[in-house]
């Protein structure tokens, strides 16, 4: 893991949950971390945690967020070899109630931010010859009922991720997704805004449903980021789907 040395990793969304984990990781071996999400108390609290990890206040979903985050990232490191796009929106929303603004809300952070942010970010990876790594869903590539636009997103960033890769393998950059199935954080709760009891039900049926007869620990999920981002790894235009099986069930 020493191949991380130096390097500069920014992660959106990355003071809690899977964006954490992932952060401690490439942090421990040896890169340089910047976390971004819109709660300066909790980044700071994060970032006290490993010398190697900063932060920055930064909205995935504000389309003039993505070239301030980039150009800090920068400034700070002089350098930019990973670009986690972690940071994610979602609701259960039947498709009856959906209206405009929540369909966009989700869209904005899951596909636009991490479109504008990788535009941003290129001139800065082709030079370090870097590395994409998407957080995707097992829900991305399995039907879901009420999460028909969360879903949806999640397909694109899919197909995105695939897109890019043919696109941006001649400038050496590689773009790969870890496809992410039911995992133990504050998700349910404060991104889908559901309430203590709807949160547990959801949490029993989807032990129920997975075959390995558990949800997953964000560490799960983080060691294939941190995998896939390492620059000796022949992989590109991959999804890695970490989920227990649900995705098969």
């Known amino acids: 893991m020493s191949q991380f040395t130096d390097k500069v990793v920014l992660i959106t969304g990355g003071a809690d949950g899977i964006g954490a984990a992932a952060a401690l990781r490439f942090a421990a071996a040896g890169a ?24 920055l206040v930064a909205d995935a979903g504000r389309p003039q967020d993505a070239v301030r985050t980039v150009e800090a990232v920068v400034g700070r490191h002089d350098r930019l070899d990973v670009l986690v796009n972690n940071a994610g929106a979602a609701a259960v929303m039947p498709l009856s109630e959906a209206s405009y603004e929540q369909i966009m809300a989700i869209l904005s952070v899951n596909v636009v931010g991490p479109s504008l942010l990788a535009t941003a ?6 030079r370090q010859r870097g590395s994409i790594v998407n957080v995707s869903s097992t829900y991305g590539h399995k039907a879901g009922a009420n999460l028909s636009h969360y879903a949806s997103s999640k397909a694109a960033l899919e197909h995105m991720t ?40 959801i ?34 235009g991959q999804i890695v789907t970490v989920d227990g099986g649900l995705n098969v069930a």
Request: glycine share 6%; net charge positive.
């Open 32 to 55: 340089r971390v910047v976390v971004t999400g819109r709660r300066e108390n909790q980044l700071q609290a994060f970032a006290a945690s490993h010398a190697s990890i900063n932060y």
């Open 121 to 126: 970010a290129l001139p800065y990876l082709a």
């Open 162 to 201: 695939r897109c890019w890769a043919l696109e941006l393998a001649p400038q050496g950059i590689r773009v790969n997704a870890v496809a992410a199935g039911p995992t133990e954080t504050e998700f349910l709760a404060t991104r889908m805004g559901l309430t203590p009891a709807q949160v547990e039900s």
């Open 203 to 236: 949490k029993a049926s989807e032990r129920q449903q997975i075959p390995l007869g558990r949800r997953g620990q964000p560490g799960d999920v983080a060691q294939w980021i941190v995998s896939l981002a390492a620059p000796d790894v022949w992989m590109t």
